[in-house]
C-alpha cells in the first residue's frame, strides 16, 4: 500500500533552517512528483511547491523563492524539503503529498505531517 | 496567482441533510479542480479530483461539479463522520487552495 512517512517535529530559532524528509512505499517512487503543503496553526492550506521524482524538476510557490529547496533520493524513495531563513510565521505543520504525475495533477496520498515550530 | 473562494466559510446541518459548497476562481480554469477533505489533526484526503471525478474508495454521496470559474461540491446525506473542513485546489497555473468550509452537525 502506498506509504509516505514523513520525519519528526522540528524546534527551531528563527533564522535557522529545517529540512523535512518524506519517505515513500508502495509505488514506484520515479512516477510521481512530490507535493508540499504547509498549514499554520488554525488556518488553511498552503501550496509550497513540487519536485519531480523522475527529473529532479521543481516549481515552488513565489513567496518561498529563494528560501526554499526541494530534492529527492531516488535510491531511497526519499523526497526532503528543506526552508532556510526561518521565521516566527513558517510554523506549520507540513504535509508531503504524492503528485502531480502523467495520471493527474491532483495529490492522492498524504504524509501524516510534521510540525515545525520556530521560536526564539 | 489565481485566487479562489469558498462559500459559505461554515456551515451546520442535520445528519441527513443535502450540503453544497461553492468554490470561484478569480480566472477560467476549466475543470482543474480538486476537493479535499481534512479532519482536526488529519492530513487533508483527496475526494473529488478533475471536478467531478470521485477519487477511488471514496462513499458515492459526495459528489463534485462545475467547470470555468464556478464549481460546486454536494455531500448528498450528510453523516457524523462527514465533519471536516473541506477545501477546493486548483492546479490550472501553479496550484492555490481555497480557504475551506468548515461543517459541522447541527
Known amino acids: 500500500q502506498v506509504q509516505l512517512v514523513q520525519s519528526g517535529a522540528e524546534v527551531k530559532k528563527p533564522g535557522a533552517s529545517v529540512k523535512v524528509s518524506c519517505k515513500a512505499s508502495?509505488?514506484?517512487?520515479?512516477?510521481?512528483?512530490i507535493s508540499w503543503v504547509r498549514q499554520a496553526p488554525g488556518q488553511g492550506l498552503e501550496w509550497m511547491g513540487w519536485?519531480?521524482?523522475?527529473?529532479?524538476?521543481?516549481n515552488y510557490a513565489q513567496k518561498l523563492q529563494g528560501r526554499v529547496t526541494m530534492t529527492t533520493d531516488t535510491s531511497t524513495s526519499t523526497a526532503y524539503m528543506e526552508l532556510r531563513s526561518l521565521r516566527s510565521d513558517d510554523t506549520a505543520v507540513y504535509y508531503c503529498?504524492?503528485?502531480?504525475?502523467?495520471?493527474?495533477?491532483?495529490?492522492?496520498?498524504w504524509g501524516q505531517g510534521t510540525l515545525v515550530t520556530v521560536s526564539s | 496567482d489565481i485566487q479562489m473562494t469558498q462559500s459559505p466559510s461554515s456551515l451546520s446541518a442535520s445528519v441527513g441533510d443535502r450540503v453544497t459548497i461553492t468554490c470561484q476562481a478569480s480566472q477560467d480554469i476549466s475543470n482543474y479542480l480538486n476537493w479535499y477533505q481534512q479532519k482536526p489533526g488529519k492530513a487533508p484526503k483527496l475526494l473529488i479530483y478533475d471536478a467531478s471525478n470521485l477519487e477511488t474508495g471514496v462513499p458515492s454521496r459526495f459528489s463534485g461539479s462545475g467547470s470555468g470559474t464556478d464549481f460546486t461540491f454536494t455531500i448528498s446525506s450528510l453523516q457524523p463522520e462527514d465533519i471536516a473542513t473541506y477545501y477546493c485546489q486548483q492546479y490550472d497555473n501553479v496550484v492555490t487552495f481555497g480557504p475551506g468550509t468548515k461543517v459541522d452537525i447541527k
Open positions: 503529498a504524492r503528485g502531480p504525475s502523467a495520471y493527474g495533477d491532483q495529490n492522492d496520498y
Open positions: 519536485i519531480s521524482a523522475y527529473n529532479g524538476n521543481t
Open positions: 508502495g509505488y514506484t517512487f520515479t512516477s510521481y512528483g
